[in-house]
């Protein structure tokens, strides 16, 4: 049996793991699922049974389950029995008080010492040995401890957090989708803007060809202008030099030309005095 | 030359920043389209002009034949209106009654989502005041948490798991 417990082979049925949770009371039940109104009905009905108007607070207290043993004395006597007994008898009374009434039951018989006598003294001896050991103590009371700590967080504290998680994950993911609304509004301004900018472009475009359109009649004229000048210029030119190309005649021709040729021989002699 | 467009020239009333945060993450790329719409229409108004354009008439005046026709030109050019193109389909309306229509559902979603908000807190408010661990019995753990114990009404084999009832469809008796 010690070897089943140190093998961990029936750590599932204590611990709720496995197809033996229902064992420790870890239900494999809970089929149906609350929905948060069902849970505050429930709770707020339950808070009325248990702390409503009728509870007597004042004389029924809420029980506290205590973090950790009271004083003892002895290993296993409460400590507050001697603190009791002190103002009335001393120091010395409550161990005097209970050698004497060991003694006095002994005598009458209430108390009588046979086979079974000795298993009260052993147990309690046995309790304050292994209360008392250096590497028993301790142990026990942490694994005491730590299992308390793993059922509390079992039904308790896990359930929950994850509850209340959920609940802020539900405030978060609703205040993003909050958030998101805003996008309508932002999709209203674009389309809005998007009619209005393109009207404004309509009508710079319009500005534009006006200015264009003026502009290009004024170059026109500005342009019909000079080509009629530079025309005329030409024609003037042309018409002048056909006309003095015309009136010239071989015979007048012939008679420049040996003047030119004169003219350059002179030169040509004069250009010869001016070398020698 | 009235417009209201013409003033808003320098900065665009859109918060594209915040757009960009707000829009849901699915959703982004049809922003990226608004948006790219939207710099098209601002780049065509940037580089048109913004007032009706000047001409040197003075310079004008000297090149041109007859000096009176620059005049005339000018005055004619300075006294030119230029009509504000219509609406024509009437498209500011419609964008405005959409956003209208749109901004009513989407109050009453917010409220909606505020109402969750709310009954989420309440249930956390609620969890707070429950008893501490230490100071429930079992007896009260069970009125508490009905769904972890066992229901009369329903009572089950061992090993008390869905799969093994009898009521269960896929449970075969062992012969």
């Known amino acids: 049996m010690l070897s089943l417990f140190r093998s961990g082979a029936l750590r599932g049925a204590f611990q709720g793991h496995g197809i033996v949770k229902v064992m420790s009371a870890v239900p494999a039940r809970g089929e149906k699922t609350f929905t948060r109104e069902e849970r505050i009905e429930q709770w707020d009905y339950v808070n009325s049974v248990y702390f409503g108007p009728e509870r007597d607070m004042k004389n029924f207290p809420t029980l506290v389950q205590a973090d950790s043993p009271e004083p003892v004395r002895l290993g296993v006597i409460p400590a507050r029995w001697f603190d009791f007994l002190y103002p009335k008898t001393g120091v010395s009374g409550p161990y005097v008080l209970l050698g004497g ?50 059922q509390k967080n079992i039904f308790y504290t896990r359930p929950l957090k994850s509850m209340k998680d959920q609940e802020a994950d539900n405030i978060a993911r609703n205040e993003r989708l909050i958030e998101e609304t805003e996008t309508a509004k932002h999709i209203y301004l674009a389309q809005k803007e998007g009619v209005q900018l393109q009207l404004e472009a309509a009508y710079r475009q319009r500005l534009q060809n006006a200015f264009l359109d003026v502009k290009k009649r004024l170059d026109y004229e500005v342009e ?53 | 030359m009235a417009s209201g467009a013409v003033k808003r020239l320098s900065t ?76 024509k389909d009437n498209l500011l309306q419609k964008v405005e ?47 508490y948490f009905p769904e972890t114990q066992m229901d009369p009404e329903r009572p089950t084999f061992w090993p008390h798991v869905e799969e093994e009832q009898p009521y269960n469809p896929n449970y075969k008796y062992i012969n």
């Open chain 1, 224 to 276: 019909k202008t000079n080509v009629r000048r530079k025309f005329e210029q030409d024609h003037m030119v042309n018409w002048i030099v056909s006309s003095v190309t015309k009136s010239i005649s071989p015979q007048l021709e012939k008679e420049s030309i040996k003047v030119c040729i004169q003219t350059l021989k002179g030169l040509a002699s004069k250009q010869k005095v001016a070398v020698a």
């Open chain 1, 101 to 150: 009434f060991t003694l006095w039951m002994m005598s009458k018989e209430i108390m009588v010492i046979d086979h079974y006598f000795w298993e009260f003294p052993s147990f309690w001896g046995m309790v304050y040995i292994l209360n008392k050991h250096p590497k028993v103590g301790p142990k026990l009371k942490k694994w005491l401890a730590d299992s308390y700590e793993t």
């Open chain 2, 12 to 87: 665009s009333a859109v918060d594209w920043a915040r757009f960009a945060t707000v829009i849901p993450k699915a959703q982004i790329d049809t922003m990226r389209i608004i948006k790219g719409k939207h710099d098209n229409f601002l780049n065509k108004v940037y580089t048109l002009p913004e007032n009706l354009p000047k001409i040197d008439f003075a310079a004008y005046k000297t090149r041109l034949p007859d000096p009176t026709m620059a005049d005339r030109f000018q005055k004619a050019y300075e006294s030119l209106s230029i009509p504000y193109p219509k609406d």
């Open chain 2, 97 to 143: 009654d959409d956003y209208k229509e749109l901004d009513k559902r989407v109050q009453n979603f917010v409220a909606e989502v505020n109402n969750d908000i709310a009954e989420s807190k309440k249930f956390i408010d609620k969890i707070n005041t429950l008893p501490k661990f230490e100071e429930m019995t079992e007896e009260m753990y069970s009125y």
